[in-house]
């Protein structure tokens, strides 16, 4: 077993114009600019997924565009979280998961579940959704990440849950929903949603270092002792574990030079 897992850090998407002359070279054609993102970073999140569906064919273009060891993280669709009853997602569940996203194969990261901020923490409703969690699509392992933003949710029995069903619990690092950094699952999902478009990488370059300080050790399977947890009293097994880091929300106009930077102290 190697001593740590494998970091990744990258931004949201890789469609936004003020990133053109900024992140991307003058006059650089749109539909070039996944191509030269996905070899400045090594992971993206998709975030066009929560809102509506895409087909085979615009997975298999993402897979062609991008080099062997990229990875896309995948927004599970709205239809899926926002809604008052979680156990009786079952269908559209269903079909998310029927829309091609197979086509990715080995790039095929993380699904991140993202739930309203009006969303409580229901013990028996929420495990239900767990239970609608495939563990494959196309014979691809699936890795569940959840963004709660309600602070019922930071309390011991959430902890346990999202251990049970080895789904991570994603650290949302953001001005208005609570921080919990519980390591759930057998990989680490972060968001990093505080930076400033006025700091040339987002993030100052003293917080980037901590950002991969903290990522180190998630990545060799402990717990950094300097970010707030929902149940301080247990701890995941130690063990290595990949880390995924994602510059996204505030700052997003540097968000690219955030991730690189990033990279850059992790190497």
């Given at each position: 077993m190697s001593k740590s897992g494998t970091i990744r850090a990258g931004m949201g998407g890789w469609t936004f114009e003020p990133?053109?002359?900024?992140?991307?070279?003058?006059?650089?054609?749109?539909?070039?600019?996944?191509?030269?993102?996905s070899r400045q970073v090594p992971t993206i999140e998709v975030n066009g997924t929560y809102y509506s569906g895409f087909t085979p064919a615009t997975y298999a273009k993402w897979f062609a565009e991008t080099p062997d060891d990229f990875v896309f993280s995948i927004k599970g669709n709205r239809f899926v979280t926002n809604r008052k009853v979680l156990g009786e997602a079952s269908e559209s569940m269903a079909k998310f998961f029927s829309q091609g996203l197979d086509e990715l194969g080995p790039?095929?990261?993380?699904?991140?579940?993202?739930?309203?901020?009006?969303?409580?923490?229901e013990p028996d409703d929420?495990?239900?959704?767990?239970?609608?969690?495939?563990?494959?699509v196309g014979?691809?392992?699936l890795r569940h990440a959840l963004e709660v933003r309600n602070i019922s949710f930071a309390v011991p029995e959430f902890?346990?849950?999202?251990?049970?069903?080895?789904?991570?619990?994603?650290y949302a690092h953001h001005f208005d929903y609570p921080e919990f950094a519980d390591v759930t699952g057998d990989f680490v999902y972060a968001r990093l949603q505080k930076g400033s478009d006025d700091v040339p990488t987002a993030y100052k370059?003293?917080?980037?270092?901590?950002?991969?300080?903290?990522?180190k050790i998630w990545a060799a399977g402990g717990q950094p002792d300097d970010l707030p947890y929902a149940d301080p009293s247990t701890k995941a097994e130690h063990k290595p574990r990949d880390?995924?880091?994602?510059?996204?929300?505030?700052?997003?106009?540097?968000?690219?030079?955030?991730a690189v930077a990033l990279m850059e102290r992790v190497a």
């Open positions: 990133w053109e002359g900024t992140f991307y070279p003058d006059k650089l054609p749109k539909k070039q600019q996944l191509h030269f993102a790039k095929l990261g993380p699904i991140i579940w993202q739930f309203a901020p009006t969303k409580k923490f929420f495990e239900a959704f767990l239970k609608l969690l495939p563990a494959k014979g691809i392992a902890v346990a849950l999202a251990r049970k069903y080895n789904a991570a619990i994603c370059p003293s917080d980037l270092g901590k950002w991969v300080e903290r990522a880390v995924f880091l994602y510059i996204i929300h505030e700052g997003k106009i540097r968000a690219p030079q955030g």
